[in-house]
């Protein structure tokens, strides 16, 4: 049974905002941090490596400035340190299986201002058995809470009431896992969830283009015959259907339920502006290459600006909260 919580470390500044993330995340469950850098030898020494030392000295010392940032922050969390010579996507993969959950940097704004998630990254995150989160370079933990009533930066009162915890929903597969995981997150942090789902009128896909899995290999677009609005009722009502047994389960929870007529990544990377936790899913939880990123979790580790949790799952017709 996965216990602690594992961050993988770079020695990036993404990868140190990383590293602080999940030390608070470690804080909110009450488990342990586990810290991890991979590293390989190489014929000629890595540019990056200063002449007077080896690539496995600079490694070491790359995770050992990782773990003092930490423990200086929190002393009272439990740290434990891995060095791994590995190549980075297996050992992080790896890492993953024995974790809850596997935290990673990525870096800032690149062309077209969206966010630079890198090719190590998005490997790990489509072949991860365990939740993924992503956390942007810069990303203070302080700013997964509210400004204060006078303005004051939540980097300076902390304790401020956390930002809500936004859920990307497709009605017609509903996976258990996704949603378990964001009302858990939203709980844990004594905030709300706000449940995202799009429609698109008045032509729509046969089956739904999904907001968490990947969309089937045929989309054939059929005419709505449906009354004005009657597609926009018909989506809220798929939406409460589907978390009523939820609202039971999580009475504590506050859920807000947005349905909106746009593209589904664009309603999700919009909503996620204001949020502290953006939760989406991803098809296929096995190790290996099978599994993928969808279109619109893909869209939103590039271009959401709060931290992105992609939560691996298996395909089922129809889930509920058990």
């Not at 365990?130 to 300076?156: F, N, S, T, W």
């Not at 949020?275 to 939880?285: E, H």
């Not at 290996?288 to 619109?296: C, D, F, K, L, N």
Request: aromatic share 4%.
């Amino acid at each position: 049974m996965p216990h602690d919580i594992t961050v993988g470390v770079d020695g990036s500044p993404a990868g140190l905002a990383a590293a602080h993330w999940a030390a608070e995340e470690a804080g909110r469950r009450g488990t342990g941090l586990g810290v991890v850098h991979a590293w390989n030898s190489h014929p000629r020494p890595a540019p990056y490596v200063p002449m007077d030392r080896t690539e496995h000295d600079w490694a070491a010392e790359i995770l050992h400035e990782a773990v003092r940032s930490i423990e200086a922050a929190h002393p009272d969390l439990r740290v434990t340190e891995r060095l791994v010579r590995d190549s980075t996507v297996a050992a992080l993969v790896a890492a993953a299986a024995d974790s809850e959950m596997l935290v990673l940097g990525s870096r800032g704004l690149g062309a077209f201002s969206g966010f630079v998630t890198g090719a190590v990254s998005q490997r790990v995150v489509a072949r991860s058995p365990r939740p993924v989160v992503l956390v942007r370079a810069g990303r203070a933990a302080a700013q997964e809470h509210l400004p204060a009533a006078d303005g004051v930066a939540p980097e300076e009162i902390p304790r401020t009431p956390y930002r809500e915890v936004v859920l990307g929903l497709d009605t017609a597969r509903p996976c258990d896992e996704v949603i378990a995981f964001a009302l858990e997150a939203a709980r844990r942090r004594g905030t709300g969830l706000r449940v995202v789902h799009a429609f698109r009128t008045p032509l729509r896909p046969a089956s739904d283009a999904s907001l968490v899995t990947a969309p089937p290999a045929a989309v054939h677009p059929v005419p709505d015959t449906r009354a004005p609005g009657q597609a926009r009722a018909d989506a809220e009502r798929s939406v409460t259907a589907v978390l009523r047994a939820w609202r039971e389960k999580y009475p504590d929870v506050p859920v807000t339920e947005s349905v909106t007529e746009e593209r589904a990544a664009a309603a999700l990377v919009r909503t996620a502006r204001d949020a502290g936790l953006l939760v989406v899913g991803r098809r296929g939880s096995g190790h290996g290459a099978g599994g993928r990123t969808a279109p619109v979790a893909h869209a939103a580790l590039h271009h959401a600006g709060c931290p992105v949790a992609v939560v691996p799952h298996e395909w089922s017709p129809r889930e509920g909260a058990k």
